[in-house]
């Protein structure tokens, strides 16, 4: 039976044991600091001084590392190409041919790159660290409407079915002489046999897991209760507003220098 | 009647069911049983358009005058499918089966002692921490059970629940019914083709053709009708042997045929005797 796809991990740590809330605005203060500090080094800086040692902390580095890089290793190589050849004027630094490696294309591309790593790899910190029912559940109780919840979580929850179902669908279509290799025609040819049963067959399981969340008082005016408590240290609100503020300043700090 | 539907699923429906008893209801496929079902739990009208006539009522709920989400207190609802039941945004059984009182916003506490009683009842202690979705379906549709009783309704409804589950499943899912019925006072309707077990588990036995009630009484007084085996519900295997019996001229005329296999072996043993 499939498992639920989340790259949580269910690690004992420090991190783990945080509030959602207070990891969604650590991530959300390295994701805008890395946006708004302006030249290319704050950002590297930001990776080392918080986001290494926040991985560190959770026990999710080398994770965090292999699922990252995978990302932007293929964004830094396109990035450092285009950028540093094609940048329009600029100094010269080395010339290949009839190209040369640009000053001001080069700092661009690192600026765009540490930009990136630090975009994913916030993700990925959270992600890593975070149940998502957790997640929805504290959302909901700061007022995020319970169907919306709903939807965010079992869509999450039901990737990997509908992915093992698709492959039921393609074994039996291959059984039956159905051609998935061959040339780009061909196999464009298979595809309406795989989606077209894939399809009716989820709008049928919608229906009735519509009636079954029914059968559960899903529908039910008032307040909903949450089974599950979650723990917070009494700190933790406190140290959510400072990276609040942190998070602020740091826009209010982005705007003052670009209007300088 | 269902819309674009030309005939009505049930006609000249008549029916009364008390308390605190196992009704089965057996028939062939498209007589309408699954649409009996959801004209109890009131899915019809509130969730399938279309044209009720005549009054449904629940434990002295008029269906057509009370909300969905308040009938669903009173008549539970289980499906074919386990997997479809299962909410999908729970990782463990236990937070699955509080989903209901969840969304009925009961304090945690209360919440807490009845997940624990209600896994008691069904018997699935064992599997509270485990995810819901990796479950067999024999033990997920005992979930899903649970996650209905948790919320205490007084009738529970069930539409062919072991349709997908293997012999062993069933036989779970039925003996689990069966307690609800001598410890919880429940009354049971279930939509069932195991007429094996139905033999054995129900009290009374509802037989349905074609939109209509064909007969309604003991289980072998239903199940051995001819008229039943003719619209293509099936028969017992003990039936089976007995009607097989009877038709080639070894078994008397004036014997009942039988539901269950005792009730095979005395009549048998009966026959042998010559009594």
Known sequence: MAEAFSLYTGQESLIHKLHPLTKLTLAAFMLVGSLALPGPWPTYILFIAVLVPLALLARVFPRLLSLAWRVVLPFAISVFLIQGFLWPGGTPLVAIGPLSLKREGLLFAVTSVGRILMVVTSFLWFALTTRPDLLMTSLVQRGLPSNLAYIIVATIQIIPRFQQRASTIL?????????????????????????????????????????????????????????????????????????????????????????? | MYPGARLPALRDISLDIPEGQFYAVVGPNQAGKSTLAYAMAGYIPHFYRGRL????????????????????????????????????????????????LENLGMPRGEMRTRVDETMELVGINHLADRSPLALSGGEMQRVAI??????????????????????????????????????????????????????VFADYVIAMVDGQILANGSPSSVLTLDTLQMAGAGQTRYTRAARRARDLGSWPDQHELPVTLEEAEEAFRRLKTGA
Do not use: C, Y
């Open chain 1, 171 to 260: 074994d039996a279509q291959r059984a039956r002489g159905l051609e998935t290799g061959g040339n780009l025609l061909q196999r464009a040819r298979g595809v309406l046999p795989l989606v077209v049963p894939l399809i009716l067959s989820s709008l049928v399981d919608v229906e009735e897991r519509a009636l079954a969340v029914e059968a559960r008082a899903f529908s039910h005016p008032g307040k909903k209760t949450s089974f599950i408590e979650i723990a917070e240290s009494g700190w933790e609100p406190l140290l959510r507003w400072v990276v609040i503020i942190a998070i602020a300043a740091l826009i209010g700090l982005s705007i003052w220098l670009r209007t300088l």
């Open chain 2, 146 to 199: 649970a996650s209905i009783l948790a919320m205490k309704p007084k009738v529970l409804i069930l539409d062919e629940p072991t349709s997908q589950l293997d012999p062993i499943g069933s036989r779970e899912v039925f003996s689990a019914v069966r307690s609800l019925i001598s410890s919880e006072k429940m009354t049971v309707v279930m939509i069932e083709h195991k007429l094996e077990w139905v033999a």
């Open chain 2, 53 to 100: 006539e005549g009054k449904v009522t629940v434990a002295g709920l008029d269906t057509r005058a009370t909300p969905l989400h308040e009938l669903v207190l009173t008549a539970g609802l289980i499906f074919q499918n386990p997997f479809n039941q299962i909410s999908g945004t729970k990782f463990t059984v236990r937070e699955e089966i509080a989903f209901g």
